[in-house]
């Protein structure tokens, strides 16, 4: 199989050179344009999944020889976590070369996060069976950069260092809602409030719910945290 224009400066623009091209053709093959001939990438993002955690476990710990196991656990959720994904398939401009339906691309599939992200673990799983582990993780390890050395120390989700926070004031966990959703359908944004029991509430706006639950969680940790300093 020969791989198409694009695909081949898709190899070039991640460093690897496929032995079997058809690995590749099918980490970018949605499921909206699969067939009994054309298999999508859901089976390949499964393992990439793994492949992908072994990797970044190996990475924190060579990273941070003394870190515990509670220090380690938020720095490699932030890494592999699919807004991580979506990030690094964006700098590579995966959304551009993957095959998708009709419906999928009037929709806007080739920027969506959860496709794009579910896509690139697809490619970290189709050089694996390439070429073994070690030219899986030399790929991870390339694409993801700085972002290892660079990960914070604390890289705990906002929402759950909100959580904590409240807890650790016997107070019951922050309340989400929300409040609003505009846009067109392959570029939406949510409008989202945030609540803690006493009151206290912050809203944030952003491209997917989740990303707008976390800001309002960090706005109004910060709030908090500012008036306890």
Known sequence: MRL?????????????????????????????????????????????????????????????????????APRFNALVRKETCAEVARELGLGEVLKLGRSEMLS?????????????????????LDAGFEAAKALVLRLWGNRIGAVEPDARDPKTSLQEWAQGRAMPP???SELGRDGPDHAPQF???????????????????????????????????????
Not at 120 to 127: G, H, P, R, S
Not at 203 to 214: F, I, L, M, N, S
Request: hydrophobic content about 40%.
């Open 4 to 72: 198409s224009a694009d695909l081949l400066a898709f190899q070039g623009r991640i460093g690897h050179q496929f032995r079997q091209p058809a690995l590749l053709v099918r980490a970018v093959t949605h499921s909206s344009i699969s067939s009994p001939t054309r298999p999508d990438n859901q089976r390949l993002e499964f393992l990439g999944d793994r492949v992908l955690g072994l990797v970044m476990s190996e990475a924190l710990l060579a990273a941070d020889t003394k870190a515990t196991e509670g220090q380690l």
């Open 108 to 128: 806007g599939g080739r920027r969506k996060e959860a496709l794009l992200g579910d896509a690139l673990e697809a490619v970290i799983a189709a050089a694996y």
């Open 174 to 176: 922050p309340s989400y």
């Open 191 to 229: 409008t989202v409030e945030v609540k803690l029991e006493n009151g206290e509430a912050e809203r944030a706006r952003a491209g997917t719910k989740r990303a707008a639950e976390q800001a309002a969680a960090r706005a109004l940790l910060a709030r908090m945290e500012s008036r306890n300093d």
